[in-house]
């Protein structure tokens, strides 16, 4: 009954709700109208702060035991320099506040109003009184470390600092840390994110995108440049996020220094005069006004009204929820619209660039990218090597493949690595890797997640989308100085910014949709065939529209590299099939010597289902007529998580599985000839060129031999008939002679055109024209990095 009578009251506001947010969208597009109608004014030039010495600004309201806890820290910490300053404001306190001030702390200077102007009037008055260029403002519920003022200062490096926010720390440290001072926004799917993070690795300055309110240093003349915090978000909440965003908007910076540090009694003020709830409302509110104001692209404002109206649905008919707006908060912010219109000329009149990019900019890569100095060449490169697995041991082909060049760029540049791993344990098996890069992180990922019916990107992205896994690329780029993100497998090209001076590459395994779509045609049931199409126009949909936006583009073969310029000519001059599918061909021996008679050799991981499904094809269709005509032949089955032996309808004398095997050189000098019947997928297979090194005769299908030949008899024997790949085998056994000369002309082709090591090279000089290629061309004037502090290497 109580869900019921909810329901029927909100009904009300429900129905009138679309009517208000269609009525404020037409008010904010014309309003935007009247603008590009008047024109932009002129900014004022930008110049930088005097930072030898700040004001403290600390608004108070009957917080007299706040202040009787807390300030004394503030004197201790300002009381080396004789010009800094402490002010008080106090709005309109009946506690004795302004009486226990002037009588405990006399030097504090003590800004009386006659009537409570909330936190942010109250700030803004300070701001206007203060005497100092740079401008401290602190919760009266905030203790300071001795030395937290020194750090501020010296974040205004240069005239375009806006901001620098303390590190944050609660009063009770078993709380947890909800508030840091490291702070994230970010739009998703119409709707405004924001965040602290909490980031050890994070040790010197580093860019964010707002400054807390209650724990920052501000430049003065930039916060009243852009009219101080807004009225508009009285009582609480956000005016200091809407400062970040105009501040970026403006062209400007904001910093987070984790060397000042202070500790928050979190909500000690607020909290102790409203409830819960209402703090609720207030915040919902006024993330709708946040938007109101800011966000000036029409195709962002009409997606975030339309989402509104979702969520409020939502929470009507589920109840609250913190990541939802409501019809009260819908019906709050539209009675602010007179005050909207003002705030929203006031914030385009500042603007010098978009909503996106000043999403952008405080993310480390993006701002690296913009504010950094990028010499053309230089030398040695800084490479971030980016993959979705465990790179060691390398027991897959894609692992052989990665590890490969990772080795091999390690000792021609500074790397910088990061892997998703499955378990916390594979880290130490990358530590012969880690020693020989500049840093590394690991990001262990949770359980799969649940894939919602009916997402529009594919399966693979959905597994592998993390804000925290895209928080530490952002991260190393900053850090490190990075000039090349190198991104393995298609579901990772998500993580591919658009740069003006970071070039970002992409190796392709496998084309994804090209694989998905060679499955369509083989036998199943509906149910099979029509997921698989959908998730094959998923893939296309993904890859075409995220390839693009890639500097360099590296797949196995030119099949692959020609199935993709079918449908992405425009990637033509960016894409190569020499530079990656490659081993290190010094790690094997060519074995010369008598091999087990009538063997055949199957290797791949299980869990791979082209793998799964050729093994099925071989022993039902080809190893019977193999061992028809020659009754001692085996197949010799070796890799992980192997089919259980009475899945496969052969009899025991003709099959061996010797599941997982650590050192695959004895197999691969042991056994007669190596089987590669792969039906699906694409790409190189890593085990032909490990069988081509160490003189193996092969049999393969075509699509098998994929991007090294087409050619039977060449570098291996070549079939897709079963009768006719049993044959090619068959010849094998009997005619070693031609065998030993065609493992001969495979030992060539593959240390002479398959070496990584060589290809490596290539790879390093493909980066350096890209970057020559685009920093030739970047319009961005380079301006001072902070310092990277020494503990951002390893």
């Known amino acids: 009954m109580p869900t019921v009578v909810r329901l029927l009251k909100g009904l009300p506001l429900l129905l009138l709700s679309p009517i208000l947010l269609a009525a404020s969208l037409i008010w904010l597009l014309l309003i935007d109208a009247f603008f590009r109608l008047a024109g932009r004014k002129r900014k004022p030039a930008d110049t930088a702060p005097r930072n030898t010495a700040a004001t403290v600004v600390i608004p108070n309201w009957n917080g007299r035991d706040l202040l009787e806890k807390y300030l004394p820290s503030v004197v201790t910490a300002l009381a080396a320099n004789p010009e800094n300053e402490i002010l008080v404001v106090d709005?309109?306190?009946?506690?004795?506040?302004?009486?226990?001030?002037?009588?405990?702390?006399?030097?504090?200077t003590v800004l009386a109003q006659p009537t409570n102007l909330g936190f942010g009037g109250g700030s803004n008055a300070g701001f206007r009184a203060a005497r100092n260029d740079i401008v401290v403002l602190l919760n009266s519920d905030m203790r300071v470390a001795p030395d937290f003022l020194q750090p501020l200062l010296d974040g205004f490096t240069d005239e375009k600092v806006f901001a620098v926010s303390c590190q944050i720390f609660f009063t009770d440290p078993g709380k947890a840390r909800q508030e840091t001072g490291l702070t994230q926004a970010w739009w998703s799917h119409g709707r405004l994110g924001v965040r602290h993070r909490v980031d050890d690795a994070v040790t010197g300055i580093y860019p964010c995108f707002y400054a807390g309110g209650g724990s920052s240093a501000y430049d003065r003349r930039k916060f009243l440049e852009l009219g101080g915090f807004d009225a508009l978000f009285h009582p609480f909440y956000l005016e200091d996020t809407d400062l970040g965003m105009q501040a970026w908007k403006r062209g400007w910076k904001v910093f987070y220094q984790p060397r000042s540090v202070v500790w928050h009694e979190h909500r000690g003020t607020i909290g102790r005069t409203h409830k819960p709830d209402y703090i609720n409302t207030v915040v919902q509110?006024?993330?709708?006004?946040?938007?109101?104001k800011n966000l000036h692209g029409s195709g962002k404002l009409v997606h975030h009204f339309a989402r509104s109206f979702a969520d409020a649905l939502l929470t009507y008919l589920g109840g609250p929820s913190p990541e939802r707006t409501s019809c009260p908060a819908i019906w709050r912010a539209f009675r602010q619209l007179p005050g909207v219109a003002r705030s929203r000329w006031r914030s385009r009149s500042l603007a010098v660039t978009g909503d996106t990019e000043a999403f952008r900019r405080p993310l480390g890569a993006y701002f690296h990218d913009h504010f950094g100095a990028h010499p053309p060449s230089p030398r040695p490169l800084s490479v971030l090597f980016l993959s979705p697995y465990?790179?060691?041991p390398p027991i897959h082909g894609g692992g052989v493949f990665m590890h490969g060049t990772a080795s091999a760029l390690a000792s021609r540049c500074r790397l910088h690595l990061i892997a998703v791993l499955d378990e916390e344990w594979q880290i130490r098996q990358h530590d012969s890797l880690v020693s020989r890069c500049a840093s590394a992180d690991f990001l262990v990922r949770p359980a799969a997640k649940t894939f919602t019916f009916g997402a529009i990107e594919p399966h693979a992205v959905i597994e592998f989308a993390s804000a925290d896994l895209e928080w530490m690329i952002h991260r190393t780029v900053y850090l490190n100085r990075v000039d090349v993100v190198q991104i393995e497998y298609t579901n990772m090209a998500q993580y591919a910014g658009q740069f003006r001076n970071i070039v970002t590459a992409l190796f392709e395994h496998d084309v994804y949709f090209q694989s998905i779509g060679r499955g369509l045609a083989k036998p199943g049931s509906a149910m099979r065939k029509a997921s698989a199409a959908f998730e094959y126009l998923r893939a296309l949909r993904y890859e075409l529209r995220a390839l693009p936006k890639l500097d360099l583009v590296q797949v196995c073969s030119k099949d692959n590299k020609d199935y993709l310029l079918s449908f992405l000519p425009s990637l033509k001059d960016r894409i190569?099939?020499?530079?990656?599918?490659?081993?290190?061909?010094?790690?094997?021996?060519?074995h010369t010597g008598p091999r087990d008679q009538f063997t055949m050799l199957f290797l791949g991981s299980f869990r791979h289902v082209p793998n799964q499904e050729a093994l099925d094809w071989f022993a039902k269709l080809v190893l019977p007529r193999v061992a028809e005509r020659c009754p001692a032949a085996k197949l010799v089955i070796i890799g992980s998580d192997p089919p259980p032996r009475h899945s496969l309808p052969v009899n025991d004398r003709n099959i061996e599985i010797r599941g997982f095997v650590?050192?695959?050189?004895?197999?691969?000098?042991?056994?007669?000839?190596f089987v590669c019947p792969i039906l699906s997928g694409s790409g190189v297979r890593v085990k032909l060129l490990e069988a081509f090194c160490t003189g193996i005769p092969v049999v393969s299908t075509f699509l098998g031999a994929e991007g090294l030949t087409a050619v039977d008899g060449e570098i291996c024997r070549l079939a897709d008939d079963p009768n006719e790949f049993a044959n090619r085998i068959l010849e094998l056994f009997d005619r070693p002679e031609e065998a030993a000369q065609m493992v001969r002309r495979a030992h060539t082709y593959v240390t002479g055109e398959r070496d990584i090591t060589r290809m490596t090279e290539r790879l390093l000089e493909s980066y350096q024209s890209a970057l020559l290629r685009k920093r030739a061309g970047s319009a961005i004037s380079p301006e001072p990095l902070p310092p990277v502090p020494s503990s951002a290497g390893r």
């Open 662 to 673: 650590e050192n695959l050189h004895e197999p691969f000098a042991r056994y007669a000839v």
């Open 390 to 392: 465990a790179i060691c």
């Open 91 to 108: 709005n309109g306190s009946t506690d004795g506040s302004v009486a226990y001030l002037r009588e405990h702390f006399p030097a504090v």
């Open 285 to 292: 509110k006024n993330f709708l006004l946040f938007l109101w």
């Open 576 to 590: 190569s099939d020499t530079l990656r599918a490659g081993i290190d061909t010094g790690r094997y021996t060519m």
